[in-house]
Nanobody
Framework: QVRLVESGGGSVQAGGSLRISCKVT???????MAWFRQAPGKEREGVAA????????FYSEPVKGRFTISRDNDKNILYLQMDTLKPEDTATYYC????????????????????????WGQGTQVTVSS
């Protein structure tokens, strides 16, 4: 049984930084992992994804150069370091687990889709004020 629990959300001013985490139970070392976000009234969108051994990483255009996804396979934790935050980054952030080779599909498509991932956390709120 896969369980994902996010933590580390909060409020920050524009230009600031925040790191959120996702603790995972299950075969973490075999999963591709990702962060999605959803703002009120908007669809859930992909933010970043990482392969099981961190050799492939994908970022969506809005966060490229500002966010860094990483993972610790010894601790079963996924991270998202968010720098130079903007008010438009305000959303609930979700971590998600997918199949081992999902990054191959995402990189070929150049897009992350909700249906790529089979397990989700409950989300953590990130609010960026101007």
């Amino acid at each position: 049984q896969v369980r994902l629990v996010e933590s580390g959300g909060g409020s920050v001013q524009a230009g600031g930084s925040l790191r959120i985490s996702c603790k995972v139970t299950g075969n973490f070392y075999a999963y591709s992992m990702a962060w999605f976000r959803q703002a009120p009234g908007k669809e859930r969108e992909g933010v970043a994804a990482i392969s099981p051994r961190s050799d492939f990483i994908f970022y969506s255009e809005p966060v490229k150069g500002r966010f860094t996804i990483s993972r610790d396979n010894d601790k079963n934790i996924l991270y998202l370091q968010m720098d130079t935050l903007k008010p438009e980054d305000t959303a609930t952030y979700y971590c998600a687990a997918g199949g081992t080779f999902m990054l191959t599909t995402i990189r070929a498509r150049e897009e992350m889709k909700v249906d790529d991932f089979f397990a989700w956390g409950q989300g953590t709120q990130v609010t960026v004020s101007s």
